[in-house]
């Protein structure tokens, strides 16, 4: 018995040293650090590990993230390139890559990553969601048109492709069927401020 | 005649690219655009009216920047039976554009680099009354030809915001204009162009102004003329949901003040002759055809001066431009 609760402890304490050492770690105080807005003291806390031999990839695409997030579009784009130099199999990169592009309105250059994107993996939701912005900055009504339904219909609790097909029929001159698509938004977000707008209209 | 040949080789080599870029795909985008221009002058004692075609290409690479090249021919027409003007005079302009777009991030907007280029002829043809005998006896006349060339450089940098809504850009042109007729004076000109632009009503409108400064060196083309100033204001409008007559936008245009053998970046044109534009307006239609194709229908008037013979003139035109893009 007496064997068996020193065992315990010894357990307990690895633990404790474990759990309070990766709370000091730089990963965690990045997040912490992010949570809080401080941007450039999240990345500075990374640099050790991201100087460190082999390169780490995530290193890249946390700091391309948080250039991101600090407005630093140019150096968010070369951490995200540098990801996926070290990892060329990386759809994270390439997911990270059209972030800036699309704050800059670089809505062809995004457009491109998120296709090699979907050249692997054809449903995923985030690269279609990165292309539909792409297709809305470039008022390619159409092609938005088709590819929310489609996107809609694979991902039917999803509001945002009910949002973009809503918005792409209302500038073809499709009312009854971007109405359509509005309602069918509310049935998910309820207070949807534009869905409620378009309604409100007489939408 | 070895201008000419260049100038026909590169007219050739720019339908070649138009006919074959849609093989060449990838992250590139192409688009090109067929023009067409007829005008009639009204109250001048030398010009009678003027037609031109032209074929433009582009090709954009993403959003990194661009090259375009393109070519005009325009054919003026002189009143007949005139001693003091040629019969017609045949121009020929090719022209190029290269841009790239940077993305400072203290900006909130991309800056722009472009660089156009255009060199051209102007085939003067004027009818000789000679002294030998034509087919029916009496004097005859024939056609004799000399050649000017003219080219121009046109840098421009330039900022939009992500919101649309500001527009800013600097141009300065060089041009040079030759005479081989052993009479008239070369010319150099320099212009400066700036430019401000302004989105409002959530984009759907846009106003933009723009001033050209333009100074010319001593020719006896130009009689005393040393410097013009004008203003150009412009007016947009994008139709939104339900457009009248399927409009995609309109636009006018007013200049006003004097103008000069000036390079209008926005529309790749040369008004390379000594006659000097007191005011212009003009009136536009755009409609989309189908997904990639765009009519653009311009109707327009402008008057002018010809600064050697005081002769005061109106020209009222109709340009039309079909585009398309892939």
Known sequence: ?203 | MKAKKILRQYACAVVGLALASPALAGDWYWGSALQGLTKHYSGSEQLDSLSGVGLSLTADYLERGGIAAGYNYNEKRYLSGLLNAPQSVREHVVFGDLHINVYPDPLPGPLTLRLDGYAGQDEIRSRITTTLPGPMGGSGTRIDSHYDDFWALHPVVSFLNYAKTLYLDLGYAFSHYANDDGVTDDLDVRQWTPTLGLGFNQAYDWVQLRAYVIDLSRSNRIGDKRSTRALEAKWFHWFGIDPPLGLHSVFLSLLGGERLYAVDGDAHALYNIADLQTGAAALGAEWTLGRDSQLLLVGGYDRAETLTSNDTYHGSYLFAQLSHHW
């Open chain 1, 1 to 203: 018995m007496r064997k068996s609760l020193f065992r315990l402890f010894i357990l307990g304490a690895g633990l404790l040293i474990t759990s309070s050492a990766w709370a000091a770690s730089p990963w965690a105080e990045s997040y912490r650090l992010e949570a809080l807005a401080q941007y450039q003291p999240a990345i500075d806390v990374l640099e050790p590990l991201i100087r460190q031999e082999p390169r780490n990839d995530f290193a890249m695409l946390r700091r391309g993230w948080l250039h991101y997030l600090k407005g630093e579009y140019n150096q968010a784009i070369k951490d995200y390139q540098t990801a996926l130099e070290i990892n060329p199999k990386s759809l994270d990169a390439r997911l990270g890559l059209t972030l800036p592009l699309l704050a800059q309105q670089r809505w062809r250059e995004a457009t491109a990553h998120a296709d090699r994107v979907l050249q692997t993996a054809p449903w995923n939701y985030y690269a279609h969601l990165r292309k539909m912005v792409a297709e809305e900055g470039e008022k390619q009504w159409q092609a938005l048109a088709k590819h929310a339904a489609a996107v809609a219909e694979r991902y039917p609790s999803d509001a945002n492709a009910l949002v973009y097909l809503a918005r792409a029929n209302l500038w073809l001159g499709h009312k009854d069927a971007a109405g359509k698509a509005y309602r069918k938004v509310l049935e998910r977000i309820p207070d949807h401020v534009e869905a409620l707008q378009f309604l409100a209209s007489g939408g």
